[in-house]
């Protein structure tokens, strides 16, 4: 299940999760809520081999962007952890600050032919997650991010709920052909990720 395909589902299902949320709140897996974030991926054309152009390898909008709502949960015993997009709970291994989340699933491909039923996408996220005074110090903004890691108290639990404001990191959707025969084999398209918590 694609983030993409998620995150520009048709609105009509939009609307679904809203009324239900309305009714009862999410319950998420975990005893560690960590948050809910609003990410933003932009396209890394250094890192993309598809032809980003083409719907299948990419849904951004014209400035390369695309836009899709995320929450973090763990078991605050253990590395074992979730992440969640419209419901749906990828697993997740999260180590210090660290987020990793991959997920293989079947995806057919208008270019791997009518007849082509096992072409996948391996999706993987890789985020750093940063408490609010981290965050302050980079300017609330991925781009302040040198890939070490910044002063402030690191993430964690406090009486007010957990202590993390920013998510930075990449995607990655690598396309698998299968048993198909498809143009291209595989490839793959690459973003950049920017998550600010919304609650």
């Not at 395909?5 to 999760?17: E, G, K, R």
């Not at 969640?84 to 697993?91: K, L």
Request: hydrophobic share 35%; with cysteine.
């Amino acid at each position: 299940m694609r983030l993409t395909h998620l995150a520009l589902s048709v609105l009509p299902a939009a609307a679904v999760v809203t009324a239900v949320a309305c009714i009862s709140d999410p319950v998420y897996p975990g005893n560690q809520l960590m948050g809910t974030f609003q990410f933003e991926a932009r396209l890394d054309p250094a890192g993309t081999t598809c032809d980003a152009s083409v719907p299948e390898f990419a849904q951004v909008d014209d400035a390369g962007v695309f836009r899709f709502e995320g929450t973090f949960s763990k078991n605050e015993d253990g590395g074992v952890g979730w992440f969640t997009v419209q419901g749906f709970n990828r697993d997740a291994k999260y180590e210090g600050q660290n987020v990793d989340s991959m997920l293989r699933a079947t995806a057919p491909r208008a270019s791997c032919g009518a007849g082509c039923k096992d072409s996948q996408i391996e999706e993987t996220l890789k985020v750093m997650l940063f408490s609010d005074s981290q965050a302050s110090g980079m300017g609330r903004d991925c781009k302040g991010f040198d890939g070490g890691t910044p002063d402030g108290s690191p993430p964690g639990p406090t009486e007010n709920g957990y202590d993390v404001a920013l998510a930075c990191g990449s995607l990655t959707d690598v396309f698998l052909p299968g048993t198909c025969t498809c143009n291209p084999t595989t490839c793959k398209t690459a973003y950049k990720v920017q998550g600010v918590r919304r609650d």
